[in-house]
């Protein structure tokens, strides 16, 4: 790049400038670089071709550019005759958590902490090389983790952390956290930063840190994955993620019997209708009388209809026909 122009070279001999300043060129080739598959750097190269300088002078790049594309498409190809490259379906659970960060952040020993998953391990790079998903349990609930690999090698893949409810975003220094931002820009759900390795901080340090996330006005906690590691901040961790989902839970019972130790799980303002059909597609059709007791409950066993809304901890009986 010279004075925001190209030189497209021919041997030795420098052909005319060529002007990359025309914005949607400039767009998609800063995509380009960001893309994190085959798939997207093949299509906003594709972009590039098209909006590129028309000139003569431009015959270099443009063929530079014609033969990047031959390849990419090579390598799409190879991936669907092996069958390599096709992402594994991950059903989403009611409460979804994604782990994102850069390699050897800490992920792994977090998820391992946190829940059942027992990934790999390493202080290689890059061991993570497809998504590892774990069950937290926290009061009487279960959240779903699921670790991405890291943001900066080739098979990080964005999309998921874009559609959950919660981002743990996990770093071990504050520097890294607006690299991660950026990488992560579409993000909707909730972002919890996880700043990891406190357990190399002096107490100065750690109270610094803590100064700059509250002046920053972000979310969240500082951790060591350091087994028995005292005050390493994994129980706060697991609370903070558990409320930073927007649900209510619903116990359900049987006429004379206990109720259910696991809540069914709704967001705010569900009626009895919703967590009958949640049970099973058709149920509140069988549904011949409704029970409360609880939250929401005017006393313990009152009759209700199924358009009642609920609130968080109700207990609901239902009679069939």
Request: hydrophobic share 35%.
């Amino acid at each position: 790049m010279l004075c925001g122009k190209r030189l497209a070279v021919c041997g030795k001999r420098e052909i005319m400038p060529i002007n990359v300043n025309d914005p949607e060129y400039v767009k998609a080739e800063k995509a380009f670089y960001e893309a994190s598959t085959v798939e997207e750097q093949l299509l906003f190269l594709s972009k590039m071709i098209s909006h590129m300088p028309g000139h003569k002078g431009a015959e270099n790049l443009r063929q530079q550019l014609t033969t990047k594309r031959k390849r990419l498409e090579g390598q799409i190809e190879k991936k669907k005759k092996s069958g390599r490259g096709t992402k594994v379906g991950i059903r989403k659970d009611d409460m979804q958590a994604i782990l994102v960060g850069k390699t050897n952040v800490g992920k792994s020993s977090l998820l391992n902490i946190l829940t059942n998953a027992g990934p790999r391990v390493s202080n290689i790079k890059y061991t993570t090389n497809e998504p590892q998903v774990g069950m937290m349990h926290y009061m009487n609930c279960q959240v779903q983790i699921i670790e991405v690999p890291a943001v900066e090698g080739d098979y990080f893949d964005k999309s998921m952390a874009h559609t959950a409810d919660t981002v743990l975003m996990m770093v071990d220094k504050f520097e890294d956290i607006k690299e991660l931002e950026e990488k992560l820009y579409m993000v909707t759900g909730k972002i919890i930063i996880v700043l990891n390795k406190i357990d190399l901080l002096t107490p100065k340090e750690k109270r610094k840190l803590k100064a700059r996330f509250q002046s920053n006005k972000y979310k969240f906690q500082m951790i060591s994955c350091i087994p028995h590691w005292p005050e390493n901040g994994i129980d706060e961790l697991k609370k903070k993620i558990f409320e930073s989902f927007d649900i209510i839970r619903v116990h359900t019972k049987e006429p004379g019997k206990v109720r259910s130790p696991l809540p069914v799980i709704l967001t705010p303002d569900s009626t009895v209708k919703d967590v009958a059909e949640k049970i099973l597609k058709g149920f509140s059709k069988r549904v011949k009388k409704i029970k409360i007791w609880g939250p929401g409950s005017k006393f313990g066993g009152q009759i209700v209809g199924l358009n009642h809304r609920l609130k968080d901890l109700v207990t609901v009986e239902f009679t069939t026909k």
